[in-house]
């Protein structure tokens, strides 16, 4: 079981990236479990109390916004190896370049399909799962 | 997989918010002073309508509500130019995008009917928001160019707030870090309290979350802050133990090469290039974690934890992961029907209630039983209690705010203000009284109608008022409060008021009395006038509500809902008025009867009124009973031959009862036996065997283990009405005893 959190601050939207990753039985693929944070300071209180596999920011968010999110995790000894998928809309480049900058390590543009959703979120958990740094708890 | 729902109604909850912030941008652009400077609008609230609009983009589009997304899409387009200071707010652009959250409203109904979206309203705005945008100003020059910010801090800022620190730095205003330290399960309150700590003072641009390892209960963060107020200023206000203020040098001179733009070296502050002195080895946490906090702020706790404790919290973590996951969700959105039917399940578990009290007294009665009797009789009693709060809990769920609906009207009355020329300032008081959702979805049209009579029959003319020596802007006040089981909305203008003499004159014209009965009215009764169908006294028919239709609509909408409406009014000072509503549908008020030893309910809403039954009033006309009411002749039901019950064998012996119900323009008096008096019930609806019957509208438990049957005022009405015609007496006949 993979722990995927989301941090988005629109309620259908996290519904909706839930349905998308959880809904998501094939054989042979191991199942995520998402977890939701409804704001930058939610995922901030949630980060050291779970191991999480991956997580899918929003940008636009008010207080802490998801590149601020993605700088802490990078900065931080714990998550700094934590797959990052930001996602934005299609206009915001600029944001989206600081993010990747940052160390994010993907990004999806809104609008965007249940399919690419998975398919991008596979990709980096696999990349999780074979690449250097795994994620823990904020234990020691 | 349908989250069709679940969008409508965050889509709904986001566009009032747009909504009531378009309200704060148009009191702002009011305020502003005959001399056309620029506006100083609150840039929060401009962002939070961008944020608005390109939320609401993206869940359209994601949700395949292709207009909502083409509409959001540019809206979007100018918002953003707006709050990054491309176009300047004004009035038109204002309109627009008023305009906007009608055609939003549009749409969600739309959806919600199961329709397709409204496409010329969409077209239509979407053109005249190509006119009403000037782009034009240019972009100021780089404020940041002259100053030596750290790269490392723009790379963390969207663009917006890269703006707003633009902005800010152009027009001279200071930079401030406030370092922070918060308890991570109390940051939100903690967080509130700082920004209406922070407000009056600058601009808070952003919050930078520390990367320090720390303890996992706490957080540390750096918080921008744009303020014109001195550092010892700042520090009185805002100085907490579990704040530091320092403030972020302006640099007009160059300096060498900043640092790459994303560091990947030891921790640091993001900006730590714009510290006053090089103090790089200066750790955040290290002067703040021994000092143990006195006054926190907003409930923050600062608290370094113990060894015992970090070893313990470890332990725990996972425990402590479900109740952070706990914290994120606390309101869930539940479709109104499963409180209907919850409620439904309340009154079946009354009716069975109430079953159980008539055994339970059995086996009380019973000698041999009569310590079992007992116990059922607590446990019955006990039953009883947590019925009473689990239909309190479910009917306290259903209650809105009546705010929701006064922010719609405060548009609308910005909107016919200006249709009309005519000032007004909306005073709104009890936004918060908090009405069933039902109720509060069908106020807004009868108010709206009620507000557009103010403005438009109430309120005189600018000329008009300051002749008559009032002040130019006319007033419209907005009351709600609680009185009791009913929620009272008043809607007061200080207009014109109403003319008695040409309500009477219309009245007499129109036939509806005569000039001897006019003579001796009650401004009460003359004023009811208003109500009466097709019933207007300006002599020209304009837009909006003086077609002469209109308060006879309101009225009928209001009653539907168990209210009544209810005006007064003095010649050029003032009209008001006040509608009254049961706070619930789901609990009504009823008048408890009795017909042959039965109990019936017949909703309040419904009984015109109750007199004593003189069977030597009687008269017959064409086969049908009927008694005289105050000269009119009013038509008898004896409810005990229409349900097909046993009938009193001498009615003189016993004093009965006339209850008058009425629906629209019929009424019917019906004869019972007994009055018991008013009680709030639950309606319980009748199974689908009993779907058929006509006349009930459904079962309720009437208190003292009676459970009784809902009259249904207007089919009954009808049912009397067709039986006595002689249509349905065969079956009817054949019925009774």
């Known amino acids: 079981m993979a722990r995927v959190l989301v941090v988005e601050d629109s309620s259908a939207m996290r519904a909706f990236v839930r349905a998308a990753l959880e809904d998501w039985a094939e054989e042979g693929v191991e199942a995520i479990e998402v977890v939701e944070a409804a704001s930058g300071f939610d995922a901030l209180r949630l980060l050291p109390r779970g191991t999480f596999d991956c997580v899918v920011t929003d940008v636009n968010m008010p207080d802490i916004n998801g590149l601020e999110l993605v700088n802490f995790m990078r900065k931080s000894e714990h998550h700094k190896g934590t797959p990052l998928l930001i996602i934005s809309t299609q206009s915001a480049e600029r944001d989206r370049e600081r993010g990747l900058a940052l160390g994010a390590d993907a990004w999806l543009a809104k609008p965007f399909e249940a399919d690419e959703l998975r398919a991008t979120v596979r990709g980096l958990l696999s990349r999780g799962r074979d690449g250097s740094a795994p994620t823990g708890p904020t234990t020691g | ?54 939320t609401l983009k993206g869940l359209s589009a994601l949700f395949g509500v292709a207009r909502m997304s083409t509409l959001s899409h540019h809206l979007e387009d100018l918002l953003d130019d707006l709050r990054l200071g491309r176009v300047e707010l004004e009035p038109k652009v204002l309109d627009v995008l008023f305009r906007a959250v009608e055609v939003y409203g549009q749409i969600l109904s739309a959806l919600r009917a199961g329709e397709p979206e409204p496409q010329r309203a969409v077209e239509e705005l979407l053109m005249s928001l190509d006119g009403a945008v000037s782009r034009g100003a240019g972009t100021a020059s780089n404020p940041l160019a002259d100053y030596d910010l750290d790269p490392g801090l723009l790379g963390v800022l969207t663009e917006y707030e890269e703006h707003r620190l633009r902005t800010n730095l152009a027009q001279g205003v200071g930079l401030y870090v406030l370092r922070v330290k918060f308890d991570l399960l109390t940051i939100d309150g903690a967080l509130d309290g700082l920004k209406t700590k922070a407000k009056p003072h600058g601009e808070i641009l952003t919050y930078l979350p520390s990367g320090e390892p720390g303890d996992p209960d706490t957080i540390e963060l750096d918080v921008l802050l744009a303020s014109r107020q001195t550092l010892e200023v700042l520090r009185l206000e805002l100085e907490a133990p579990n704040i530091q203020i320092r403030p972020v040098p302006r640099r007009v001179t160059k300096t060498p090469p900043a640092p790459p733009l994303v560091e990947s070296e030891p921790p640091q502050t993001v900006y730590g290039g714009m510290e006053p002195r090089p103090r790089k080895t200066h750790l955040p946490s290290a002067p703040m974690a021994d000092e143990p906090p006195e006054t926190p702020i907003g409930g923050a706790m600062v608290r370094k934890p113990s060894k015992a404790e970090e070893e313990q919290a470890e332990g725990n973590a996972q ?57 059922m009789h607590r446990l019955s ?118 003319d008695e003499q040409k309500v009477l004159t ?24 208003v109500f009466v169908p097709g019933f207007s006294t300006k002599e020209g028919v304009d837009e909006l509500s003086g077609r002469g239709v209109g308060m006879d609509i309101v009225k009928t909408n209001i009653s539907k809902l168990g209210g009544v409406i209810d005006v007064q009014s003095e010649p050029g000072t003032g009209t008001k008025m006040t509608v009254t509503l049961p706070i619930t549908l789901a609990i009504i008020s009823a008048l408890v009867v009795v017909v042959a030893g039965r109990r019936y309910a017949i909703p309040l809403a419904s009984v015109l009124e109750a007199l004593v039954f003189e069977p030597w009033a009687l ?88 459970v009784g049957l809902v009259i249904d005022a207007p089919a009954l009405i009808e049912e009397a009405f067709t039986t006595s015609d002689g249509r349905h007496a065969g079956r009817r006949a054949g019925s009774e005893v």
């Open chain 2, 619 to 706: 008269r017959t006309i064409e086969g049908r009973e009927v008694m005289s009411l105050r000269g009119q002749t009013l038509a008898l039901c004896r409810l005990e031959q229409l349900f097909g019950l046993p009938s009193p064998v001498t009615e003189e012996l016993a004093r009965r009862f006339v209850v008058v119900i009425g629906a629209g323009a019929q009424r019917l008096g019906c004869v019972v036996d007994q009055l018991i008096g008013q009680q709030d019930i639950v309606i319980k609806a009748l199974g689908k065997s009993l779907e058929s019957v006509r006349g009930f509208s459904g079962a309720t438990e009437l208190g003292d283990q009676h």
């Open chain 2, 506 to 529: 219309q009245a007499i014209r129109r036939g509806l009395v005569t000039e001897q009965e006019a003579a001796t009215m009650l401004p009460r009764d003359v004023l009811a006038f």
């Open chain 2, 1 to 54: 997989m349908d989250h069709r729902d679940e969008f409508i109604s965050e889509a709904q909850e986001i566009i009032d918010g747009f909504g009531r912030d378009l309200l704060v941008l148009d009191a702002t652009l009011k305020s502003r002073d005959g001399n056309r400077g620029p506006v100083q609008v609150d840039p929060e609230i401009v962002n939070d309508t961008f944020r608005a609009v390109h």
């Open chain 2, 319 to 375: 425990v402590g992961f479900g109740l952070s996951i706990r914290g994120v969700a606390q309101t869930v959105r539940v479709d109104i029907r499963k409180l209907d039917h919850l409620m439904n399940i309340v009154a079946e578990l009354a009716i069975v209630r109430s079953a159980l009290q008539r055994m339970t007294d059995r086996v009380r009665a019973d000698p041999e039983l009569r310590s079992l009797g007992l116990e």
């Open chain 2, 381 to 498: 009693r006990s039953l009883d209690r947590h019925l009473g709060d689990l239909q309190g809990g479910i009917l306290e769920v259903r209650m809105v705010p009546l705010g929701q609906v006064f922010d719609k009207l405060a548009r609308v009355v910005r909107q016919i203000s200006r249709e009309h020329d005519k000032d007004i300032h909306l005073v709104i008081t009890g936004a918060e009284t908090e009405v069933d959702k039902l109720i509060v979805e069908e106020l807004s049209d009868p108010l709206m109608h009620m507000i557009r009579n103010a403005i438009d029959h109430g309120i005189e003319q600018r000329k008009t008022r300051l002749a008559r020596g009032k002040p130019e802007v006319g007033t419209i006040a907005l009351n709600a409060f609680q009185k009791g089981n009913h929620v009272v909305i008043e809607v007061e203008d200080d207009g014109a008021g109403i």
